[in-house]
């Protein structure tokens, strides 16, 4: 059974859940740390090990790029290349190469881009997308879609998502008819689009719940519309999903973001925020945002945030990792990663916690008035 | 006692010792990592932990302009602030000013420079720099020198060594005046100088073994002279100091030099090559060195040096090794320092079981020999 709701709130959508993936339990609500290129940036395995990390997030169009999918294979897939036994969800790719725009041409049989990196030509297709990740061995496969630009018109919308709805028919189709190369079991997960229309969303749903998924991401969010927008689509669409398959909110967001969507019933989230924003001097904390490049932290002697049990969080001060940061020292990214994981992980830790225990909304107004009362 | 030398090779200068520095026992000969602004770049203080590093070193001046010893003062010192608890070693920071060239004005009294960070004013004098390093709370202070330009004249080598030993017998006196600022008792070393020419290196050891310091270092070396020049420097050096005090040779070296220098009684080294080179993709193994942006590692399964037990040598590939450098992941920085740190403390505590059991020399030439042959 890949997964099982173990609990749900009784005073909104919330729920507890496990997600099993090759004999990996996962709780849900669950974070994925974003791993890109075989790595999640700044940080080893063993870090993650040390923060119970069970599911990173990969992506095709970079591995397929570089160091190509043909290598990755002849390391036995990206789990023994990158030396990760838990597990790995890889995104399709297609949210990179809508975003080249100028650099791609789009048909019904799928995109031919340009890469990033060379201006080699490649094309991805619904079925081969399927193919890179049997290759890349991931736990999860993502079909490809594309993801509408923002904003859209209605009639675009619909144009967009009949043709998301025809890639993710033959992804079912070509993914039945293909097999894991590792033994490893995988999962096909397709992916709500629909722009911020209601009825497209719910059309979009109804069809993809019709074709079959393991489990079912919202995509196209996150792009630029405001957040109660945001948590209207994903309260549209978790009121038509299916109860009993996985929720996946894609490329989200905030801590108050991800506190929101776990009250409408999603349980997966990944985003870059933690680790990006690590990379440039901000700390997540329960006290809200830390930039580390303010001078007010100069000389400021206790530790990151006591809360998070993880060593970055609590074993150096904040003035520490200032100076790393000033003095443009590696470890200040590395360890500035590892806190901003740890806590994004400590947060959906808690939120399961408390939706077991029915406690789930006066805990997130309670943590969300002393983390936002605290940002500066 | 600080040092006690527990071997010496019958058939070499060679050594084995033991350096006691509050109460951490460092065997000898002994490689420290350089920790120029408050961290060894690219590795957290766990992974020296787990490597057994006892003994790093930090850089005054580096540490004096960025956050400033007084911010390191106000943390308890520079362990608290690094959160390290094994020994610190700090360069008076007489080299890094010296390479300033036009930024600098040198005199009986001190040298002014300006800062390579925002053009500030400064003045190192021996006493001030002393004064900086009970700030920082080393373990080892180094003294304030002039490391003679090369090549230099005869002339111009007396004329700087002249300045040095006056600023030694001061660093001496106010060393002698001044306290510890956190209960850790610090050691003084003074710094031989003399550029390529015996005679004058035998005389300044015998001023400076006059004057009497904890321990000494040979300074001016590996500053573009011939490697043989250096050794031969080395050997004089070493036949002329105090068999009962510690010997470092600063600044050096690549592998071959540092089995040279052991041989020539040498007890401990820094150099930034391994953690530099790691920067840059270049690994030290037993097999010889590894470029690993050479295409020939892209699909290459080994390990990057399963003779050294660190976890960055044992378990990734130098496919995956490879890749993190191709795609400019930070990973591949820290597992490349790790394992040339790794690597660098293996050469040393190899070379010390070697005196032991006395097989120094035979172990010496076995090991370059297989080094640099399979060195491309």
Chains 1, 2 share one sequence.
Not at 31 to 59: D, W, Y
Not at 152 to 179: C, D, M, Q, Y
Request: proline share 4%; with cysteine.
């Amino acid at each position: 059974m890949l997964f099982n709701v173990v609990h749900s709130d009784t005073n909104s959508r919330a729920r507890a859940g496990v997600l099993n993936l090759n004999g990996i339990e996962i709780p849900t609500p669950v974070f994925m740390p974003v791993g890109t290129q075989g790595t999640v940036k700044a940080v080893s395995r063993r870090i993650l090990h040390e923060l119970r990390v069970q599911i990173i997030l990969g992506n095709t169009y970079h591995l397929y790029l570089r160091p190509g999918s043909y290598v990755i294979e002849q390391f036995g897939g990206l789990h023994k290349f990158m030396n990760w036994d838990p597990a790995i969800l890889t995104d399709s790719g297609g949210y990179q190469v809508f975003s080249l725009k100028d650099l791609r041409k789009l048909s019904v049989g799928g995109v031919e881009f340009q890469s990033h990196i060379d201006g080699s030509r490649h094309f991805f297709s619904p079925e081969n997308v399927i193919d890179i990740q049997r290759e890349l061995g991931s736990d999860i496969i993502m079909v490809l879609d594309e993801c509408t630009p923002y904003p859209a018109t209605p009639g675009e919308a619909v144009k967009s998502t009949e043709l998301s709805i025809n890639w993710a028919e033959r992804s079912k189709i070509h993914f039945s008819e293909s097999e894991p190369h590792y033994g490893r079991k995988q999962f096909l997960f397709a992916i709500g689009q629909g722009s911020m229309f209601e009825d497209i969303r719910e059309n979009y749903i109804e069809k993809m719940t019709n074709i079959g998924f393991d489990g079912y991401a919202i995509g196209g969010l996150s792009v630029g519309e405001p957040a109660e927008t945001m948590y209207h689509i994903i309260d549209v669409s978790t009121n038509k999903l299916p109860i009993d398959k996985p929720r996946y909110l894609m490329g989200v967001g905030t801590p108050e973001n991800i506190l929101e969507a776990i009250e409408l019933g999603i349980d997966m989230f990944d985003c870059v925020l933690p680790t990006r924003n690590a990379r440039n001097g901000q700390l997540f904390t329960t006290r809200g945002k830390i930039n580390l490049r303010n001078a007010v932290y100069k000389l400021a002697k206790e530790p990151v945030d006591e809360t998070i049990n993880s060593d970055a969080s609590r074993n150096y001060s904040l003035g520490y990792l200032r100076h790393l940061f000033i003095a443009g020292e590696i470890l200040g990214l590395q360890l500035a990663t590892e806190h901003n994981i740890a806590f994004y992980l400590w947060l959906v830790r808690t939120a399961r916690q408390k939706i077991l225990s029915g406690e789930y909304r006066q805990w997130k107004k309670f943590f969300l008035d002393n983390y936002q009362n605290n940002d500066k």
